[in-house]
């Protein structure tokens, strides 16, 4: 399957450019550096998100046919093993890509165990030397719009992201915000519960009260605390931020935002990504 979407944007570039908007490709792969359990793991992954070296290939390919910057939104990675994290450095060598982490980026074993902060720093050095950017909060101007990435991977914002998308506000550039997973709003929910027949949004920022009938890993999961709330609210309603781009729900999807609008890229081994052609 090949899904191309185009989304045009008019922000007042210093000139016209393009990114290439692509997301959980989900690398699967391991060798003799991994153990028994990860060379296990790899193949089961394989038959859930098939190739995703082909996908990625053909995302380079159609980037570079069409003069975009590669954008990564996270869950490049399946799961942390010695040969996954080669290829995202290959990757990342051989082309100019802009990145914000999934938590995939930080699976020591696909859904093994509780993920926090703690479980997500065994592996984060390891994982952020494959990459040129910091994956967990980044900036990056081209042509006059601010780029900015950050990492919201567990359903959380802390504190010092905020403070850093503060300060890339006051440089008085318009913001196009690049995250792992969707920002939730009312409308997006509801389609999600009621035209999807999903029980799980998997939101950022999704008030308590409309997840009382998750259940309690998820509840506990993506209920916002309190600087994820704050966080979400100045996105919310922050002007400078133009639109927003995420993946994590494995389909395509427009919805508003707040005055703009979000977008969602899907992937998942596929052949998906989003041309954003901005002038």
Known sequence: MEDLR???LSLGAEKPFRLLHISDTHLCLADERDNERKNKLAEARKNVFGDGEDAL???IEKAKELDALLVH?????????AANIDAAKKFTDENDCFFAAGNHEFSQYVGEAWEDKAYRDQSLDRVQAAFKNDIRFCSRVENGINLVAIDNSYYRFEQEQLDALKAEVKRGLPILLFMHNPMHTDEFYNYRRK????QIAYFAGTPAEMMSDYDDHRFRQQ??????AEAADYIANEPMIRAIFAGHLHFSHETPYFGRMQYVTGGAGDRVARLIEID
């Open 195 to 198: 035209v999807q027949g999903v």
């Open 73 to 81: 939104t996270g869950d490049l990675l399946d799961f942390v093993s």
């Open 223 to 228: 209920c916002p605390d309190e600087i994820t």
């Open 57 to 59: 290939a053909w995302s």
């Open 6 to 8: 185009i989304t045009k």
